[in-house]
Each structure stands twice: as structure tokens, then as C-alpha cells.
T-cell receptor, first 113, second 115 residues
Framework: QKEVEQDPGPLSVPEGAIVSLNCTYS??????FMWYRQYSRKGPELLMY????GNKEDGRFTAQVDKSSKYISLFIRDSQPSDSATYLC?????????????FGSGTRLLVRP | SQTIHQWPATLVQPVGSPLSLECTVE??????LYWYRQAAGRGLQLLFY??????ISSEVPQNLSASRPQDRQFILSSKKLLLSDSGFYLC??????????????FGSGTQLSVL
């Protein structure tokens, strides 16, 4: 079993839809959670950063962490064609020896005009 | 502000040829530096990371090596490329210490094709 599981998609939605992207994980020590957006043949861009459980909102984006279920989500409201990209979840325990983020394999999102 | 530069953007190399990819970071000191590889449709595989000059940790035994000759310079090398070395290579940095040192910031990537 992978440490982080993410549905690869593709997920196709019409413009204006609410998008829900999700990841599950198995390591209960994870406490830092991130979402990256990656356009084709570009480097991933940090989109959202959350520590521990709870919600965080930034414009049209909301990140949710449910540590009891080991489940994180990214919601995109009023989705736009420019949101079409691959979304990667990433997480870390933040322990001293762990400088490494564990990434999901990414979900490809297509927003149709 | 901090910026990360990675080059070249695209590289086509014959099997058996050497490789050198370079990455530099500006606007910060003593960053943690990383090399990742991303196969098509796959997640990010951590290859190497460095917490200081001359300090390299390898995550996956392979045909590649990394070096950090200067504080903000990270180099990925190979003496003889294999077909399986093809992929999208990403350099990244994170603050060495402090509140946000879990956050990774990526370069624009190098698409390597070994033929």
C-alpha cells in the first residue's frame, strides 16, 4: 500500500463547477499537508499549505484536513479553464530526519469552457 | 524574494553520454535542496537531497549522482545515461529552518529524453 493515495483522474468538469480533489494517507505521523498545481511540462506550484487538522481558505480554494480519517481535500469553487492542470497532494511528518515530502501521484483536472 | 533557476528546459541525449543538470537558488541562504524525477503520469520520486554544502543524501540507488559545490548550487550528473533515465527532472528548495521549512518550491523542470 502506498503511503499516499490519489485518484489519477482525469476529472472533467464544466466551467463554474465546484471541484473536489482528495487524497488518503496511511501514516498517522503526517501533520503538514500541501496541495501543488502543475501545468503540463512545468514545475509544481505550491497552492495551499495546512498544518494539522481543519480548513484553510484562499480565494476560490479551500483545503480540508481530517486527520481522524487520514483524508485531505482541495475544493475549487467557480472553476475556470485556467484551473486545468494536475493537482498533487503532499505531506510530511515534520520530524527532524524527514526533510522529505511524500507526494500523491496527482489528479489531472480538465475544466471545459 | 527567492527564485530558483533550472536549466536546460529540454535535453535530448544518446545512451551512454554524460549528463549535467544545474540548479541555482537566489534570495536565500543555506537552503535545503532536492532533485526529483517525474515519469509520465506518475508521482514525484525523490532522488537526492542536501542540507548543506557537500552533504548529499541519496534516496534511490541508480545511475545518477548529485553534488553541491556551493551553498545555492545543486548539480545532477551521470557518467553514462541509460534509456531508463528519461523523465522530467525537477530541482526544488526549502528553507533550512524556521516555520515554513516543510514547504518545497520547485524549478521549472528539465525534460530529458535518452535515445
Amino acid at each position: 500500500q502506498k503511503e499516499v493515495e490519489q485518484d489519477p483522474g482525469p476529472l472533467s468538469v464544466p466551467e463554474g463547477a465546484i471541484v473536489s480533489l482528495n487524497c488518503t494517507y496511511s501514516n498517522s505521523a503526517f501533520q503538514y499537508f500541501m496541495w501543488y498545481r502543475q501545468y503540463s511540462r512545468k514545475g509544481p506550484e505550491l497552492l495551499m499549505y495546512t498544518y494539522s487538522s481543519g480548513n484553510k481558505e484562499d480565494g476560490r480554494f479551500t483545503a480540508q484536513v481530517d486527520k481522524s480519517s487520514k483524508y485531505i481535500s482541495l475544493f475549487i469553487r467557480d472553476s475556470q479553464p485556467s484551473d486545468s492542470a494536475t493537482y498533487l497532494c503532499a505531506m510530511s511528518s515534520g520530524m527532524d530526519s524527514s526533510y522529505k515530502l511524500i507526494f500523491g501521484s496527482g489528479t489531472r483536472l480538465l475544466v471545459r469552457p | 524574494s527567492q527564485t530558483i533557476h533550472q536549466w536546460p528546459a529540454t535535453l535530448v541525449q544518446p545512451v551512454g553520454s554524460p549528463l549535467s543538470l544545474e540548479c541555482t537558488v537566489e534570495g536565500t541562504s543555506n537552503p535545503n535542496l532536492y532533485w526529483y524525477r517525474q515519469a509520465a503520469g506518475r508521482g514525484l520520486q525523490l532522488l537526492f537531497y542536501s542540507v548543506g554544502i557537500g552533504q548529499i543524501s541519496s534516496e534511490v540507488p541508480q545511475n545518477l549522482s548529485a553534488s553541491r559545490p556551493q551553498d545555492r548550487q545543486f548539480i545532477l550528473s551521470s557518467k553514462k545515461l541509460l534509456l531508463s533515465d528519461s523523465g522530467f527532472y525537477l530541482c526544488a528548495w526549502s528553507p533550512h529552518t524556521g516555520k515554513n521549512n516543510e514547504k518545497l518550491f520547485f524549478g521549472s523542470g528539465t525534460q530529458l529524453s535518452v535515445l
